[in-house]
């Protein structure tokens, strides 16, 4: 039998939500960090239009996509990548970059994909500690190591939720070798540009690469749209192990009218902050410990693994996913997306009652 390269063999698969509920459940998952609503309906109908076109393949540029990108966030055009989801843009990131000579480097409880893209690469992954679930630069930079090539950094956090200032990634930007490449993941970024700190400029220096997404604040996960900023020289060699026409004409049109509509888009933050704020209150206030979150979910920390294993029983014997974050490295939190009102309070409202009846 046909054996694999060696590096792969040893992988396990990247983790996906656990979504199985009892019989006669209905699924409520709030496990993935989609949306609370769906995306605007100028989207939905531009992508409708899109679609008798389907006979041909889609724009391999992104012409459109990265015109309407660069004139809402006042960026070059010709810098912009388009991939199916940030995550292809993440993959395609460690093939180039990262090898068996050339490590990675992430926050200890970095999004998970970071350590999956570097096993694929057949990568050493490095981790630094972090201070209260954020970002440390000083622990990143002290973690360097001669053959460390690459740097990825998710802010806001995924699944931390927390964020660092853009202070602080200019010092680890300035505190590393000029060979080391950084890569900010701005996944979402949307939740958190009411601060005003956009990290775009950062990419000038020529080794800071930043990362987005249309599947969190614009709703167009199922789409899979995400795209970066990236310093000429890499995004030519990202170029070479990109797949072509990597994006379907329907997702970058539903792309270009989500971005025409930078209302509905607000309005949708809005109201994930709104909800977001109402559910850390309703937490805290039946005595759970939350981490401030920047983003579209909420980390609940329930101090020992044995408790997130009973609460999530609970929560998935009436049909409700959350996410443990074990995977991350943080064994005693569960994730809670921000999801629906009516949603969110079926699950707070679980929560609480094994509040008062654990024995933890």
């Known amino acids: 039998m046909t054996q694999p390269r060696s590096h792969i063999a040893s992988m396990a698969a990247y983790a996906l939500a656990r979504t199985e509920v009892p019989d006669g459940k209905p699924l409520v998952s709030l496990s993935q960090n989609e949306s609370l609503r769906g995306p605007s309906p100028k989207a939905v109908d531009a992508a409708s239009k899109a679609a008798s076109a389907a006979a041909l393949y889609p724009d391999p540029d992104w012409s459109g996509l990265r015109q309407a990108l660069a004139a809402h966030h006042r960026i070059d055009a010709g810098a912009i990548l388009c991939g199916n989801g940030s995550l292809d843009l993440i993959g395609c990131l460690a093939r180039v970059y990262a090898s ?8 200890a409880h970095a999004y998970p994909f970071f350590k999956t893209a570097s ?8 981790t630094a500690p972090e201070r209260d679930a954020r970002v440390d630069v000083n622990a990143l930079l002290s973690a360097v190591r001669p053959d460390t090539g690459l740097v990825f950094v998710a802010n806001p956090g ?23 490449l950084l890569v900010i993941d701005e996944a979402y970024g949307e939740f958190a540009d009411h601060l005003h700190e956009r990290c775009f400029d950062m990419v000038a220096d020529g ?18 749209v995400g795209w970066g900023y990236f310093p000429a ?8 192990v990109m797949n072509p026409n990597n994006l379907s004409g329907a997702a970058q049109a539903a792309a270009i009218a989500a971005i025409a ?14 909800h977001r704020d109402r559910a850390v209150d309703l937490l805290q206030g039946a005595g759970f410990k939350t981490l401030p979150s920047f983003t579209n979910f909420i980390l609940i920390d329930l101090h020992t693994s044995k408790a997130v294993q009973s609460v999530d029983a609970a929560l998935r014997a009436e049909g409700i996913v959350l996410r443990p974050q074990g995977g991350a490295g943080l ?30």
């Not at 096993?119 to 490095?126: G, I, K, N, P, S």
């Not at 020289?233 to 070479?240: H, M, P």
């Not at 064994?331 to 024995?359: F, N, Y």
């Open 158 to 180: 995924n699944p931390t939720g927390t964020r660092i200032p853009k202070a602080d990634l200019i010092a680890l930007r300035e505190g590393l070798r000029g060979d080391i």
């Open 233 to 240: 020289a890499i995004a030519a060699e990202l170029r070479k």
């Open 119 to 126: 096993q694929m690469a057949d990568a050493r992954f490095d």
């Open 261 to 274: 509509d930078q209302a509905y888009m607000a309005e949708t933050c809005r109201l994930t902050a709104k």
């Open 100 to 107: 068996p000579a050339r490590a990675v480097l992430a926050p």
């Open 331 to 360: 064994p005693q939190m569960l994730r809670m997306t921000v999801g629906p009102e009516k949603a969110m309070r079926a699950a707070i409202d679980i929560l609480t009652a094994w509040k008062k009846e654990a024995q933890f």
């Open 207 to 224: 080794n800071t690469v930043i990362l987005r997404t249309f599947s969190k604040a614009y709703g167009l996960a199922g789409f899979r």
